[in-house]
């Protein structure tokens, strides 16, 4: 079992940045490859960065590969996703998501255990 809990979302002005978390539970976090989706009002959620289990593979989505970054420390049992140059289209609900195959994976049905989120707000 894997329990993650998100932190960091908030209000920011167009332009500017954001630093997630996601504290892990668990011994076997260094096992898990991370993900970042992310949920709009009445939209579908979508994928937005993914890292394997060691940090050394990323993955991004077009939308934000280039101003998103996702990292891990896998003695803190955290992942980080960091949010530069925020659009007001960034807006949403943020998940993370632990994907007991250890590899990067873009697909929801990759991941088994989920976070609760945390709410971004990007104005214009």
């Known amino acids: 079992q894997v329990q993650l809990v998100e932190s960091g979302g908030g209000l920011v002005q167009a332009g500017g940045s954001l630093r997630l978390s996601c504290a892990a539970s668990g011994r076997t976090f260094r096992n898990y490859a991370m993900g970042w989706f992310r949920q709009a009002p009445g939209k579908e959620r979508e994928f937005v960065a993914t890292?394997?289990?060691?940090?050394?593979?990323?993955y991004y989505a077009d939308s934000v590969k280039g101003r998103f970054t996702t990292s891990r420390d896998n003695y803190k049992n955290t992942v980080y996703l960091q949010m530069n140059s925020l659009k007001p289209e960034d807006t949403a609900d943020y998940y993370c998501?632990?994907?007991?195959?250890?590899?990067?994976?873009?697909?929801?049905?990759?991941?088994?255990?989920w976070g609760q989120g945390t709410q971004v707000t990007v104005s214009s």
């Open positions: 890292v394997n289990w060691s940090g050394g593979s990323t």
């Open positions: 998501a632990a994907s007991a195959g250890g590899m990067t994976a873009s697909y929801p049905r990759s991941y088994s255990y």
